[in-house]
Nanobody, 131 residues
């Protein structure tokens, strides 16, 4: 079992920046591929970004490239990933959820956006952007 907890959401003005964090805790010594999804009011869940277990590869939805940056610090907190969001717009308003790929194949450019790849999900953190 892997526990997943997001933090860092909040209310911000358009044009601002935000950093979301996601901490996953599971089997000692394990390192997981992790991803972020979001769901805006009245819309379906949307893939945002993902990062492989070692941080060597990152993947982004086309809609967020250039503004979103996913990263992890494997030297310190191995299963903590960050999502930096710059130039926020009201369209970024959503619940952002972190997901962990713990049991299946590694994250690839083909699979990163598939929610079925991920085994554990956090509760989500709300991001609200006002104009």
């Amino acid at each position: 079992q892997v526990q997943v907890e997001e933090s860092g959401g909040g209310s911000v003005q358009a044009g601002g920046s935000l950093i979301l964090s996601c901490a996953a805790s599971g089997r000692p010594g394990a390192t997981y591929g992790m991803g972020w999804f979001r769901q805006a009011p009245g819309k379906g869940r949307e893939f945002v970004a993902a990062i492989t277990w070692n941080g060597d590869n990152t993947y982004y939805a086309d809609s967020v490239k250039g503004r979103f940056t996913i990263s992890r610090d494997n030297a310190k907190n191995k299963n903590t990933v960050y999502l930096r969001i710059d130039s926020l717009t009201p369209e970024d308003t959503a619940v952002y959820s972190c997901a962990v790929a713990a049991h299946g194949p590694p994250i690839t450019s083909y699979s990163a956006s598939n929610p079925n790849l991920y085994d554990y999900w956090g509760q989500g953190t709300q991001v609200t952007v006002s104009s």
